[in-house]
């Protein structure tokens, strides 16, 4: 099961900068974790947990295997993309197959960069691609409208079901606004989803600043964190060079270059996670000698579909899970000490897995 996190922005504003520090990062992962480049723009990053090292440690797993997430270099948006200016077409087709968009904004000044709207201002810049997006949505769905309303006439019930939805996007559209905002009942979500519109995809806003900025950003970068949460919407501040400077770094050189920052961790750390997060994705465990391994489901998702994430017939022949909450795992020592303290759980196939589950489980062959 592959996530996929779009990165999008205007050209140069450190969109590309930002996608090479993180294949670098996840090409120094290389000897210990999984990675591949499916494409010179693609590329699977692991996504930082400690617990993950910690759960190793306490059961002596001789491998550890995180979870990962992808991200998606887009091509450079330009204004008047929705009509195929620039590499619009192709940037369009790419944003349509990922399940989150990243936006990254220009919050720094450089002279020796130019920008391509000549002037400084991430509110124009993030309104300018959420316009080419909202535009192209709009178009795409004005060409299914007709022979849907038609069907519509005809008496069909999935087809005057498919128009509602589909006239609650075009009605926001039409407004000025993204198709992400629309009021939808949780049955309407999956069928609405399915429209394939780019402005239905949440967003987080990645706010890349100078590298003096890199801590606690500055009064650009607040603008633009201030439009996020206007929005409703997730913002992190960044300075690529910076990351793409660690991501070249020996491992030990780091901690001390963080520290000259005053950063604690690499800021790509945070948007990993700000990714995984706004994918509405939790971490569930397995852990023993050979290996202790994460992985990635949906929230809400219940014991029979984490399973069928590790294998489809653990899916299939699901009878009940073996359950430690992390903190009860580490509490005890690991399973046995857990077992002790009363916190081994068994759960059947109704049990919504919670974030840091350890899990083992049991199924028909």
């Known amino acids: 099961m592959g996530f996929k996190c779009g990165i999008v922005g205007l050209p140069n504003v450190g969109k590309s900068t930002l996608f090479n520090a993180l294949t670098q990062t996840a090409a120094a ?21 400690p617990r993950l090292e910690i759960l190793a440690k306490i059961a002596g797993s001789q491998e550890i295997i995180p979870t990962r997430i992808t991200f998606v270099d887009i091509a450079g948006l330009v204004r008047g993309a929705s009509k195929g200016e620039g590499l619009g077409n192709q940037f369009l087709a790419n944003i349509r197959e990922v399940d989150a ?44 409208l007709t022979p849907l309303e038609k069907k519509a006439k005809g008496g069909e019930k999935e087809a005057k079901e498919a128009l509602a939805l589909m006239m609650k996007a075009i009605t926001l559209l039409r407004e000025g606004k993204p198709a992400r905002v629309a009021d939808l009942t949780p049955e309407e979500r999956g069928p609405y989803s399915q429209l394939g519109l780019m402005t239905a995809k949440p967003v987080l806003y990645v706010c890349n600043v100078e590298e003096a900025s890199a801590a606690s950003g500055n009064a650009i970068s607040a603008r633009a964190e201030a439009m996020a949460k206007s929005q409703g919407a997730k913002s ?74 590790i294998h489809t017939d653990f899916e299939q022949g699901y009878i009940r899970a073996e359950t430690i909450a992390y903190p009860d795992y580490v509490a005890g020592k690991g399973e046995a000490g857990a077992r002790e303290a009363g916190k081994f759980r068994l759960e059947g196939k109704d049990y919504v897995v919670a974030d840091g589950d350890v899990m083992h489980f049991r199924f028909n062959n």
Request: glycine share 8%; with cysteine; net charge negative.
């Open 29 to 49: 992962q290389a000897a210990n974790y999984p990675f591949c480049t499916i494409e010179p723009n693609v590329g699977d990053v692991a996504v930082p947990d």
């Open 101 to 144: 968009v990243v936006h990254v904004l220009r919050c720094f000044e450089d002279d020796d960069i130019t920008h391509v709207e000549g002037k400084i201002d991430p509110i124009s810049d993030a309104e300018t691609v959420e316009t080419e997006l909202m535009l192209a949505d709009l178009e795409s769905l004005e060409k299914r």
């Open 236 to 309: 992190v501040v960044i300075s690529a060079k910076i990351e793409e400077e660690i991501a070249q770094m020996p491992a030990g050189d780091r901690p001390d270059f963080l520290d000259s920052l005053g950063l604690e961790e690499p800021g790509l750390n945070r948007l990993i996670r700000a990714g995984y997060d706004l994918l509405g994705l939790l971490t569930f465990f397995t852990v023993g000698p050979k290996e202790a391994r994460a992985w990635t489901v949906t929230k809400g998702s219940r014991g029979p579909q984490a399973a069928g994430v």
